[in-house]
């Protein structure tokens, strides 16, 4: 299939991630409208959340001003309502609903993002994992990154979004922090972004993330197990009219578990009283989407004054260090009770006796002493320090809730012959926090049994580690052990390979070359990574592979060698949905003169020939 060839003037193209789902999510379903002059218009429902991929940063804020779809004829359709501001750092394992909106229905080829950097707070992590606040931001060209900026990706073909009264469908767009920004320090520590990032869409009902939707409550139907609330995207929830996010429904069963205003249901009970809430509650949902029929179902339900915005000050973050009853809460985001928000910060919290503890999918109650290093919370006190340096909150008397962990690493050992199967983990980050920043005394017995951040013991339960490699990454979802009864160190709920993570490979030139490729064929490209500069590595679950220290490096296609495939210089971008094409033109144009910057790829990864299978492969040559 030959290119399709863009043009972006003065326009930066950025990694962009959100889910679009259009058809029945909301009680409508699709229909028609009615033009002034009394026409009809297919309609068809849209919905509209928002990930990104993993990345080293503490905080990525910016606001996002606009959405606007286009139809294959040229018409516009803007699907968001008004702004909002957004940390991107915060959604790297999950998504959440921005917007439903009824749309004309039709095929969409693109989609365009107005996102502002002038009031961009971003912080990144030093060697030591301390979060530091970066005050140059630059484009691709190293001029200074200020103002608004029209962020595009162009659906061609196979990835066309296709609008439908009743006809469920599913775009996914991902926004890698860590793979479009390049961070560096100076001799002082003074860190720079460098954003040269790119859009690309995969068309993909699946995801293995957690969706969230945020929100106020609408109606309560018990009859037929569901709920609705109106979208409050983000810290969105805090202000404007309660409509115009737009609604969607919620399916709940007999294993939805509900936590309203303290207190913990199961079921049909939780249906029953969220009845007795008063309108506008504040909701936040954690669920699935499902398909055929398209529909987002409830696995935890929070409400009322259990909700983060409700009518206390709330701490959420990973606990860094315990000391008796004071947690270190790192990475923390402070919400006020008038609704401000502080991110970024670090927290001291008290807990005690009289502190209600609570744990993610569960309905039991749990103390303070379950609270242990690492595990990620939610707490629910009164601030008594609100220096942003300085923030210290009280929760004695208050609440905090256990929300699942996820840590990264690669296995070090794997014991599946006992009763408990067990595996052994060189920790590499918890809840994409370094591990240097944690201080594991007391999680232990005793002080020889303090968790080993080198050799961390997972208890696994009944999965399957066959599949696992010594020394290949892997990354588990579950909560910490509770604090001084280590070992082991970690429960795990669910547990991804390296076999089942996706690959991200990023080499940059320095200066660009001539030669970084010693094969270009349709069967693949092998690189030549003499000369290279910082980024020569492979991303894996927050884990990474230096290439240099393989053997070899390959990028190849999958069998059907259909893919997004681009070669982007002088202002223009190249787009080929095959690998012939792709590499044919790459000959082409380094037979021109032109040399490679840089290089990333996205696929599966086999450590074994150093081979990534690429669905995405994104080339800049000079100009």
């Not at 339960?461 to 290949?472: D, F, K, P, V, Y």
């Not at 020939?609 to 080339?619: F, K, M, Q, R, S």
Request: net charge negative.
């Amino acid at each position: 299939m030959k290119a399709s060839r863009f043009f972006f003037p003065g326009q930066i193209l950025l990694f962009f991630g959100f889910l679009i789902t259009a058809a029945a999510l909301t009680a409508c379903g699709g229909g028609s409208a009615v033009t002034a002059d009394g026409d009809s218009i297919q309609t068809g429902e849209i919905a509209i959340s928002l990930t990104d991929a993993k990345g080293d940063f503490a905080s990525y804020t910016v606001d996002v001003l606009a959405l606007t779809l286009t139809k294959a004829n040229g018409a516009e359709v803007s699907t968001l309502p008004v702004s909002t501001r957004i940390d991107f750092a915060q959604y790297t394992d999950m998504t959440e609903f921005l917007t439903a909106a009824t749309i004309p229905s039709g095929a969409y080829v693109a989609a365009r993002m107005t996102l502002d950097y002038s009031n961009a707070d971003i912080w990144v992590e030093d060697e030591q994992g301390n979060p530091v606040q970066v005050v140059d931001i630059l484009d691709e060209n190293g001029d200074p990154l200020v103002g608004q900026v029209a962020v595009t990706v162009h659906l061609e073909d196979r990835s066309r979004l296709v609008v439908a009264p009743g006809i469920p469908v599913h775009l996914l767009l991902d926004f890698d922090l860590k793979a479009t920004n390049d961070v560096t320090f100076d001799e002082h520590d003074v860190p720079t972004v460098s954003v040269d990032p790119y859009l690309v869409a995969d068309v993909d009902c699946t995801t293995n993330k957690i969706h969230r939707l945020r929100g106020l409550l609408d109606k309560v139907n018990a009859d037929e197990s569901t709920f609705s609330v109106y979208i409050r995207p983000f810290y969105a929830a805090l202000r404007g009219s309660h409509g115009q996010f737009g609604a969607m429904t919620v399916i709940t069963d007999a294993d939805t578990l509900f936590d309203i205003d303290g207190q913990a249901y199961q079921g049909q009970n939780g249906l029953t009283a969220m009845q007795t809430l008063d309108p506008l509650s504040a909701v936040v949902v954690e669920g699935d989407l499902t398909f055929n029929p398209l529909r987002f179902k409830a696995s935890q339900v929070y409400a009322g004054t259990s909700v983060p915005w409700g009518d206390q000050d709330i701490v959420s973050g990973t606990v860094k260090s315990r000391t008796g009853n004071q947690l270190t809460v790192q990475g923390a985001t402070l919400v006020r009770e008038d609704g401000s928000v502080i991110f970024h910060d670090q927290a001291t919290v008290t807990v005690g006796d009289d502190t209600r503890v609570t744990r993610q999918l569960s309905a039991d109650l749990f103390s303070a002493a379950d609270i242990s290093v690492g595990q990620r919370v939610i707490v629910f006190g009164t601030l008594t320090n609100d220096d942003p340096l300085n923030l210290t909150l009280d929760a004695a008397q208050g609440h905090v809730r256990m929300k699942m962990a996820i840590i990264r690493g690669t296995v070090a050992e794997v014991d599946a012959e006992d009763e408990v199967a067990q595996l052994t983990m060189d920790l590499q980050s918890i809840n994409m926090h370094r591990i240097g920043i944690f201080n594991f005394s007391g999680t232990g017995t005793n002080a020889d049994s303090d968790a080993d951040p080198n050799a961390y013991q997972v208890n696994t339960g009944n999965m399957e580690l066959a599949s696992l490699t010594i020394g290949r990454p892997v990354k588990a979802r579950g909560f910490v052990q509770p604090f001084g009864a280590a070992p082991q160190d970690f429960n795990a709920m669910t547990l991804i390979g390296a076999a089942d993570m996706r690959a991200f490979m990023r080499v940059h030139w320095q200066p660009a070359s001539a030669e970084a490729f010693e094969t270009i064929s349709s069967e693949g490209l092998l690189l030549n990574l003499q000369g290279v500069g910082r980024p020569h590595h492979l991303l894996r679950g927050w884990v990474h592979t230096d290439l240099t220290a393989l053997d070899q490096s390959w990028i190849v296609p999958g069998a059907d060698g259909l893919g997004l495939f681009v070669l982007a210089y002088r202002g223009v971008v190249q787009v080929f949905l095959t690998f012939d094409d792709f590499t044919d033109e790459l000959k082409s144009v380094l037979a021109d003169g032109r040399l490679v910057k840089k290089v990333r790829a996205r696929g599966t990864f086999d450590d074994a020939t150093g081979t990534l299978t690429a669905n995405l492969v994104d080339i800049r040559l000079t100009h």
